[in-house]
């Protein structure tokens, strides 16, 4: 969901003030080594701590930002594999969290989500000062150099240079911890702002409670300017008892003096400031003060559980150890090796990023807050995940987790399946339990389908069926806070979505709804519903309606069937979301045949292989764009036209020049791991262009060894590429094998990984065109089939 400047939707140009993406500079960092940015922390932790384990080559300042202008905007802080509890610094007051190139550090918050385009949570600020207690911002946010900062998975640590306090952040699913060192002769303090968050505050409360906790909840409106808000309450506990303690009210521009006799505020209008603050006395060493962070989506009773059931008792060493053998386990899922140090760091960062949502929502008594604002419980050993950044992540991160991750994607599946049976319709991007309208089409339809035609079947397919089938048939209804997809009365008169009817994205409204048919007609078809079936068939095909056969380009219609006039196809967001009539030509996921067909394959060809033909990396509107979602899947297509040798170059320069060990390692935004995941695909050797066709499109791997561990459901252990010698500098693809038989196909299926086995390639330093390039070699496309 990068957005450039020219052509954001109007909800991100009202919040972002949005970020132009860089277009020069990144040739010459390429596949550098990370210099001066804050070494990796790989120091081990307790017993648990694996010092040679995967998580040690992870790099959290990727994807971070290099320089003003960068859209990079990861988080490096704290958290677990797809952790309710992000906690990490804050370099800015509204935004996105933090950015490498931002030279002041305003505090650490608790929740964040990984690297997506607006403006987003940040709640259950704290931060530490030393002297008397002010709860001006200028006064606690502080200069930071990136000499004397650290990061690793469940670790972050930074030192405070206005007042020479060390910060060290650690995580469990639920919880954080924050161990504050100050210096000898000053009084201690830690500040919590609670009003602060990175987007609009509508309200909060706060308490002082006893002599060593603090309590209370922030309500936050969800991100990208909707106006829906949701709350998240917590409870601090210290480790000592506090010297003194108070509460503040007032607004953030003016001081405002503690009150220490105060032991609670509120915040009943946007735009107040409030807050609490917690002091210790000077001491003649240093002292250090830890505070234990619990956070609930359900209420105070739920963060104070969580608090007590994953932290209680648990030291801030124990708990980093915990967290780094956690991340240690969830990596090593997949094994990497002979490959260079470098493309192995940006593999497991990637790795590492991709496994960092959706997010868990339940409490650890499976308690949460559904879409219709009542409590629920989760079934038992099961969890329930939100923050779906549906239109991003449906092309490759939800299929690489559901084969590395199954049980979860499961829980996730479900976590779709109550979202329609508690709300009343499945969204796009649903935040938390708060339905946001982001993006075009049906992605999670496409998950959903996908995960069931994988063999993943624990979770509700009837309630889930209900939801996709009214989603992809009828109009939502006026007066919800859900959207449904765009223009449904004319996609069920016109079968396509006009021009004149609806401005926004109108060819790619109905690209994104024809892969959501697609993946549907796959599905009914799995359940025997034939007459389903044939229905997503059809209206699987409704893409064609807006390709004109004339120029052979989608392009923009209007409602009586006439072409919208003066068509430029490199010009950015006349009929297309976040892209071009040339970014957009090559997005027919599903029917790559029909299209190749009607382009006439040698047009096609030239036309890809054009669009390929920049000098360096950029947002333009003739070329691939490597910073955003609309052609991820253009470098496999060559696999389609007979010329797979130039998916497995094109597939390699893209990784060289976009994905180095650096700040700025992650083209664009990540969109909670979509950038990740479409590298740690592709350096594996294979990626799906339909994920719910189950064929997965081959390239060439740049590790001489890959072993995936596989897990239940599927019927395999370990599925293994192996490839012949120096697969970096022999990136052609001479042939492949699969389970010992010659594979002249250039794909293969989901069902050949999950199954287990061994897939060998041979590479060379130049092309073979005559391996995977017959017609018959070709990935299968929707209309190849019969409903």
Not at 671 to 695: K, Q
């Amino acid at each position: 969901m990068s957005v450039p400047e020219e052509s954001c939707m109007p909800v991100h140009c009202s919040v972002l003030g949005l970020f132009r993406v860089r277009s020069i500079g990144i040739l010459t960092l390429a596949l550098t080594p990370l210099i001066a940015v804050g070494t990796v922390a790989y120091a081990s932790a307790g017993n648990d701590a694996q010092a040679d384990g995967p998580a040690q080559k992870v790099n959290p300042f990727v994807g971070t930002g290099k320089g003003p202008g960068d859209s990079e905007n990861l988080f490096p802080g704290a958290v677990m594999p797809f952790g309710m509890a992000q906690f990490s610094p804050d370099t800015e007051d509204h935004g996105l969290g933090y950015h490498y190139y931002q030279d002041t550090i305003k505090g650490f918050s608790m929740t964040h989500m990984s690297g997506v385009g607006c403006s987003n949570e940040g709640e259950v600020f704290v931060t530490a000062t030393t002297g008397p207690v002010s709860t001006q911002e200028a006064n606690f946010e502080s200069p930071y150099s990136h000499d004397q900062e650290k990061a690793a998975p469940g670790y972050y640590q930074v030192r405070l240079l206005r007042q020479d306090v060390n910060a060290e952040l650690t995580a469990t699913d639920r919880t954080g911890m924050v161990r504050f060192t100050f210096p000898a002769g000053k009084a201690a303090n830690v500040l919590v702002p609670i009003s602060h968050t990175l987007n609009h505050t509508t309200g909060a409360e706060i308490r002082v409670v006893g002599d060593r906790e603090m309590e209370g909840f922030v309500e936050n409106e969800a991100f990208c300017g909707v106006k829906q808000t949701y709350k998240i309450y917590f409870v601090i506990r210290f480790d000592r008892s506090v010297g003194s303690s108070g509460t503040w009210n007032g607004v953030p521009d003016h001081a405002v003096a503690p009150e220490e006799s105060g032991r609670s505020a509120t915040q009943t209008a946007p735009g107040r400031w409030i807050g609490a603050y917690a002091s210790w006395p000077a001491s003649n060493q240093q002292q250090t003060v830890t505070a234990q962070i619990g956070i609930s989506y359900v209420d105070l009773a739920g963060a104070r559980n969580n608090l007590k059931t994953e932290a209680e008792g648990k030291s801030f060493e124990q708990i980093r150890a915990s967290a780094e053998s956690a991340w240690n386990k969830a990596l090593s899922v997949i094994e990497v090796s002979g490959g260079s140090e470098t493309n192995t760091r940006v593999f497991y960062t990637g790795l590492y990023h991709s496994l960092l949502m959706p997010s868990v929502l339940s409490d650890v008594d499976g308690r949460y807050i559904g879409f219709d604002n009542v409590i629920h419980q989760v079934k038992a050993g099961h969890l329930l995940y939100g923050n779906f950044s549906g239109w991003d992540i449906y092309r490759s991160q939800m299929p690489l987790l559901a084969l590395i991750e199954p049980k979860r994607v499961e829980d996730m599946a479900e976590s779709v399946a109550l979202m329609y049976r508690q709300g009343g319709w499945i969204d796009r991007w649903p935040q938390i339990n708060a339905y946001t309208n982001i993006m075009a089409g049906s992605p999670l339809s496409v998950i959903v389908s996908t995960a069931w035609l994988d063999g993943l079947h624990d979770f509700d397919i009837d309630t889930a069926w209900k939801g996709m089938w009214l989603d992809a048939t009828q109009p939502a209804p006026e007066g919800k806070p859900y959207q449904g997809q765009i223009g449904m009365q004319w996609i069920n008169t016109l079968h396509y979505v006009p021009n004149d009817k609806v401005e926004y994205g109108s060819v790619s409204q109905i690209q994104e709804d024809a892969i959501a048919y697609a993946s549907l007609y796959r599905l009914a078809k799995a359940l025997g519903k034939t007459d389903d079936a044939k229905t997503m068939y059809d209206r699987a095909l409704y893409y064609r309606n807006v390709f004109n056969p004339e120029n052979l380009y989608f392009q923009p219609r209007n409602a009586d069937g006439s072409w919208v006039p003066n068509f430029d196809p490199v010009q950015n967001g006349k009929g297309f979301i976040e892209g071009s009539g040339w970014h957009y030509q090559w997005f027919a996921p599903a029917d790559m045949a029909w299209l190749v067909k009607a382009m006439g394959q040698d047009l096609f060809n030239q036309r890809l292989t054009a669009f390929f033909d920049y000098k360096t990396p950029g947002w333009y509107g003739q070329y691939y764009n490597p910073y955003n979602e609309t052609d991820l899947q253009a470098p496999f297509e060559f696999n389609f036209s007979g010329q797979p040798w130039e998916t497995q170059r094109v597939v390699r320069r893209v990784l060289k020049e976009n994905y180095p060990d650096t700040p700025d390692g992650i083209p664009g935004n990540d969109d909670c791991g979509e950038m990740s995941s479409w590298a740690v695909m592709s350096m594996m050797g294979f990626y799906s262009v339909d994920p719910a066709s189950l064929a997965y499109e081959l390239t060439s791997p740049v590790f001489p060894k890959v072993v995936i561990h596989l897990q239940a459901p599927y019927k395999g252990k370990i599925f293994t590429i192996e490839t012949s010698p120096n697969p970096e500098s022999t990136p052609y693809i001479q042939g492949v094998r699969l389970n010992g038989a010659a594979h002249a196909k250039n794909w293969i299926t989901f069902q050949n990984m999950s199954d287990g086995g061994r897939l060998q390639f041979v590479l060379g330093t130049e092309p073979d065109k005559s391996w995977g390039a017959a017609p018959q070699d070709a990935p299968p496309s929707v209309s190849e089939e019969q409903p």
